[in-house]
């Protein structure tokens, strides 16, 4: 039996804010949500230019470290009002996610992650959505144990690591240069 | 206090990656923007945890049958062909991914967007914003109503012009399903000049054109096209038979 062919990717190209709008979805809680935290963050280019253009999509577990999504084998996540989900565009450069902080969240052979947000990072100039991972600086004994940062050297684990702010946490993304980003093949 | 209970295997679903051979790069010499953008180093591989395999399952809250028809809008008809997109959604297995938002932007007939950094010479249309949103039913049946994008010329090389075509926006059920992605119309002239067309794979290329569809022309009404979307399925893995049905 042949299977059919994965449909291929194409970048959203300069005008993706006319179809990717969508009303509030920077909220991934309500902002008044007791616990709620801001993700913000710049994304540069190769030049050190912050990308005007793009859009920060974001996925994650909710302070227990559940899902919101039926193939959570352990149940539905337990907060009213949290979807989970963020897509920020990053207007001047800079995306702000509103969201609760995640808890760790089962590797599925017997450990613990860290605290981590799945990041989709679109633009014009990638024909792909490129992928990575926010972590949280302060976790660090968490950290230490993760599975996915364990697998990179020292310098590079860095790129992930969002610091503390007055209202959440910061973590620029570099597409390009010294600094660049891990990104992930998913 | 966490809630969470290490020390447990879970069995999840995980999805098959597809063969780089037949997937878009991100990045591409032709098309100039990825010079400064396209990441350079490798990416690393991320094994697909629950993270990966959950997903925002959005829309049915939010998307109106109005959201189907691009021809009405502000309050009156849209210029151009009317015509009508429609197809499934499916996974690599075949199978159809039902209830998921499906989210189109495109130009208008004269092949302008409504949007600010778009300034060429040519028309808005004052009834044509450009924006749809679909769920696929539980067949994984999509289908809207539009106008056919015009070509528009753009800055990347010396008269370059791209294909007519409308952007795709899908989500599946994971993470790993997202898939932004651009559909094209039957025998374009405009295929051999275009750096973003021409970035996909040979051997892929025909998934990014729709088909002309008679049967769904409308008489006295609108032309049919018809495209189905396949996102990532389950991985297949050794242990699995072709007709894994009772097979662990
Ligand atoms: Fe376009």
């Known amino acids: 039996m042949t299977q059919p062919m994965t449909t291929p990717s194409a970048t959203v190209g300069p005008y993706l804010a006319i179809g990717l709008t969508w009303e509030g979805g920077e909220f991934a809680v309500p902002a008044d949500t007791p616990g709620a935290i801001w993700l913000r963050g710049t994304v540069f280019d190769g030049n050190g230019d912050p990308v005007p253009d793009a859009m920060v999509e974001t996925w994650q577990a909710d302070p227990d470290g559940r899902f919101d999504h039926p193939d959570d084998p352990r149940g539905a996540a337990r907060h009213p009002g949290f979807t989970g989900f963020g897509r920020s565009h990053t207007d001047s450069g800079e995306y702000a996610i509103c969201t609760l902080k995640p808890g760790r969240v089962p590797d599925g052979e017997g450990g613990l992650q860290a605290p981590h947000v799945d990041v989709s990072l679109f633009a014009r100039g990638l024909l792909d959505r490129v992928v990575t991972r926010i972590y949280f600086a302060d976790e660090a004994e968490a950290n230490a144990e993760d599975v996915v940062l364990r697998g990179l050297p020292e310098d590079r684990r860095q790129t992930l690591l969002a610091t503390p702010t007055d209202d959440g946490y910061r973590l620029d993304l570099h597409l390009q240069g010294d600094r660049e980003t891990v990104f992930f093949a998913v | ?248």
């Open chain 2, 1 to 248: 206090m966490t809630g969470t209970t290490p020390g447990s295997r879970l069995d999840l679903r995980r999805y098959a990656r597809t063969d780089v051979a037949l997937r878009t790069p991100v990045g591409y010499a032709d098309y100039k923007s990825t010079g400064l953008r396209a990441p350079l180093r490798t990416p690393v591989d991320l094994p697909h945890r629950l993270t990966e395999v959950t997903g925002p399952l959005l829309g049915e809250d939010r998307v109106t049958a109005a959201d189907a028809d691009l021809t009405k809008r502000l309050g009156g008809e849209a210029q151009g062909q009317r015509i009508i997109v429609h197809g499934r959604v499916l996974d690599s297995d075949g199978r159809p991914v039902p209830n998921t938002l499906v989210e189109v932007w495109q130009a208008n007939a004269a092949g302008r967007y409504r949007h600010v950094v778009d300034n060429w010479p040519a028309p808005l249309d004052p009834h044509f914003d450009g924006l749809g949103r679909v769920m696929t039913d539980d067949q994984g049946r999509y289908e809207f109503t539009t106008v056919k994008p015009g070509a528009y010329p753009w800055g990347n090389h010396h008269n370059a012009w791209r294909p007519a075509h409308i952007h795709f926006s899908l989500f599946g059920r994971a993470f790993t399903q997202r898939l932004v992605t651009q559909m094209y119309f039957p025998d374009d002239p405009l295929f051999f000049q275009d750096p973003i067309f021409n970035s996909i794979p040979e051997g892929a290329r025909h998934l990014a054109i729709s088909r002309f569809d008679y049967e769904r022309t409308v008489p006295d009404w609108a032309l049919g096209f018809q495209w189905d979307i396949v996102l990532r399925g389950a991985e297949q893995t050794p242990f699995e038979t072709e007709d894994d049905g009772d097979v662990a």
